[in-house]
Protein backbone atom coordinates (compact mmCIF):
# COMPACT_ATOMS: atom_id res chain seq x y z
CA UNK A 1 0.00 0.00 0.00
CA UNK A 2 1.23 3.50 -1.08
CA UNK A 3 0.99 6.66 0.93
CA UNK A 4 -0.36 9.70 -0.98
CA UNK A 5 1.38 13.18 0.18
CA UNK A 6 0.66 15.64 2.49
CA UNK A 7 -1.41 18.10 1.04
CA UNK A 8 -0.94 21.86 1.92
CA UNK A 9 -4.17 24.03 2.96
CA UNK A 10 -2.24 27.06 2.40
CA UNK A 11 -3.13 30.95 2.02
CA UNK A 12 -2.48 32.46 -1.28
CA UNK A 13 0.04 34.93 -1.49
CA UNK A 14 -0.73 38.51 -1.10
CA UNK A 15 -4.14 37.72 0.56
CA UNK A 16 -4.57 40.39 2.97
CA UNK A 17 -7.18 40.44 6.22
CA UNK A 18 -8.20 43.41 8.62
CA UNK A 19 -6.07 44.24 11.35
CA UNK A 20 -8.97 44.50 13.93
CA UNK A 21 -6.66 46.51 16.82
CA UNK A 22 -4.60 48.22 14.61
CA UNK A 23 -5.12 51.91 12.25
CA UNK A 24 -3.26 53.88 9.76
CA UNK A 25 -2.89 57.84 10.35
CA UNK A 26 -1.99 60.25 7.77
CA UNK A 27 -0.65 62.63 6.84
CA UNK A 28 1.14 63.32 10.03
CA UNK A 29 2.95 66.80 10.68
CA UNK A 30 6.64 66.01 9.76
CA UNK A 31 7.80 67.55 13.18
CA UNK A 32 5.89 64.69 14.50
CA UNK A 33 7.22 61.63 16.37
CA UNK A 34 6.05 58.64 18.11
CA UNK A 35 4.83 60.07 21.57
CA UNK A 36 3.03 63.09 19.46
CA UNK A 37 0.98 60.14 17.87
CA UNK A 38 0.25 58.54 20.96
CA UNK A 39 -0.79 61.46 22.44
CA UNK A 40 -3.30 62.31 19.88
CA UNK A 41 -4.53 58.01 19.77
CA UNK A 42 -4.62 57.53 23.56
CA UNK A 43 -8.17 59.13 24.05
CA UNK A 44 -9.62 56.30 21.98
CA UNK A 45 -7.64 53.49 24.65
CA UNK A 46 -4.84 51.93 25.38
CA UNK A 47 -2.23 52.06 22.89
CA UNK A 48 0.44 49.39 22.02
CA UNK A 49 2.87 50.05 19.45
CA UNK A 50 3.41 53.50 16.86
CA UNK A 51 5.34 53.09 14.06
CA UNK A 52 6.23 55.97 11.86
CA UNK A 53 6.93 55.74 8.16
CA UNK A 54 7.35 57.99 5.69
CA UNK A 55 4.76 57.77 2.57
CA UNK A 56 6.14 57.66 -1.03
CA UNK A 57 4.75 60.90 -1.39
CA UNK A 58 7.17 62.94 2.04
CA UNK A 59 4.35 62.78 4.12
CA UNK A 60 4.56 61.19 6.83
CA UNK A 61 1.79 58.18 8.44
CA UNK A 62 1.39 55.86 11.34
CA UNK A 63 0.64 52.65 12.43
CA UNK A 64 -1.01 52.24 15.71
CA UNK A 65 -2.07 49.22 17.53
CA UNK A 66 -4.17 49.35 19.99
CA UNK A 67 -4.59 46.97 23.27
CA UNK A 68 -8.81 46.47 22.42
CA UNK A 69 -10.11 45.87 19.12
CA UNK A 70 -12.66 48.44 20.42
CA UNK A 71 -10.59 51.06 20.58
CA UNK A 72 -9.07 50.92 17.01
CA UNK A 73 -12.68 51.23 15.73
CA UNK A 74 -13.82 53.85 17.67
CA UNK A 75 -9.94 55.72 16.66
CA UNK A 76 -10.76 55.07 13.62
CA UNK A 77 -14.30 57.10 13.23
CA UNK A 78 -12.71 60.17 15.51
CA UNK A 79 -9.65 60.66 13.60
CA UNK A 80 -10.59 59.47 9.66
CA UNK A 81 -11.71 63.76 8.58
CA UNK A 82 -9.98 65.65 11.27
CA UNK A 83 -8.60 68.58 10.61
CA UNK A 84 -4.84 68.98 12.41
CA UNK A 85 -2.44 71.62 11.45
CA UNK A 86 -4.08 72.29 8.15
CA UNK A 87 -4.05 68.78 6.70
CA UNK A 88 -7.08 66.44 6.73
CA UNK A 89 -6.41 63.18 8.08
CA UNK A 90 -7.00 59.60 7.20
CA UNK A 91 -7.85 56.84 9.33
CA UNK A 92 -8.24 53.30 7.87
CA UNK A 93 -7.97 50.34 9.63
CA UNK A 94 -4.59 48.06 8.81
CA UNK A 95 -4.22 45.40 7.15
CA UNK A 96 -2.01 42.43 7.52
CA UNK A 97 -0.92 39.38 5.60
CA UNK A 98 -3.39 36.33 5.97
CA UNK A 99 -1.69 33.60 8.43
CA UNK A 100 -0.76 30.53 6.98
CA UNK A 101 -2.90 27.75 7.50
CA UNK A 102 -1.66 24.48 9.27
CA UNK A 103 -0.65 21.82 6.98
CA UNK A 104 -2.93 19.23 7.20
CA UNK A 105 -1.70 15.11 6.43
CA UNK A 106 -4.19 13.04 4.89
CA UNK A 107 -2.90 9.25 4.38
CA UNK A 108 -5.42 7.44 2.21
CA UNK A 109 -5.81 3.68 1.64
CA UNK A 110 -8.33 1.53 -0.69
CA UNK A 111 -9.08 -2.05 -0.71
CA UNK A 112 -11.27 -4.13 -2.53
CA UNK A 113 -13.25 -1.27 -3.53
CA UNK A 114 -16.12 -2.25 -6.55
CA UNK A 115 -14.94 -1.14 -9.77
CA UNK A 116 -17.26 0.81 -11.82
CA UNK A 117 -16.25 0.52 -14.87
CA UNK A 118 -15.86 -3.62 -14.94
CA UNK A 119 -18.54 -5.87 -13.49
CA UNK A 120 -17.76 -8.90 -10.85
CA UNK A 121 -13.98 -8.90 -10.50
CA UNK A 122 -11.43 -10.95 -8.72
CA UNK A 123 -9.02 -9.22 -6.45
CA UNK A 124 -5.48 -9.43 -7.56
CA UNK A 125 -1.91 -8.41 -6.91
CA UNK A 126 -1.91 -5.62 -8.75
CA UNK A 127 -4.97 -4.07 -7.15
CA UNK A 128 -4.45 -0.49 -5.91
CA UNK A 129 -5.60 -0.58 -2.20
CA UNK A 130 -6.39 2.84 -0.31
CA UNK A 131 -6.75 3.36 3.26
CA UNK A 132 -7.99 6.33 4.91
CA UNK A 133 -6.95 7.99 8.40
CA UNK A 134 -7.37 10.89 10.52
CA UNK A 135 -10.31 12.18 8.07
CA UNK A 136 -12.72 14.41 9.66
CA UNK A 137 -15.34 12.95 11.86
CA UNK A 138 -17.97 14.01 8.99
CA UNK A 139 -16.36 12.00 6.30
CA UNK A 140 -15.54 8.67 8.65
CA UNK A 141 -18.85 6.96 6.88
CA UNK A 142 -18.90 4.42 4.09
CA UNK A 143 -21.33 6.02 1.96
CA UNK A 144 -18.92 9.14 1.97
CA UNK A 145 -16.11 6.62 1.12
CA UNK A 146 -17.92 5.45 -1.54
CA UNK A 147 -19.32 8.21 -2.92
CA UNK A 148 -15.45 9.06 -4.11
CA UNK A 149 -14.97 6.02 -6.22
Known amino acids: AA ?3 PLAAATAPGTKR ?3 NGVHLSPLPPSWAETDV ?3 ASPYGTVQLVKIEVLPNGQ ?3 YIDYQKDAAA ?3 KGGLDGLSLMGARMRCAMQEEPEPPRPVRNVVLYLD ?3 MASRPEVEPRLDDRELFLTDLPRASR ?3 SAASWA
Open 3 to 5: AAP
Open 18 to 20: IKP
Open 38 to 40: KLL
Open 60 to 62: KGA
Open 73 to 75: SMA
Open 112 to 114: ELP
Open 141 to 143: TEE
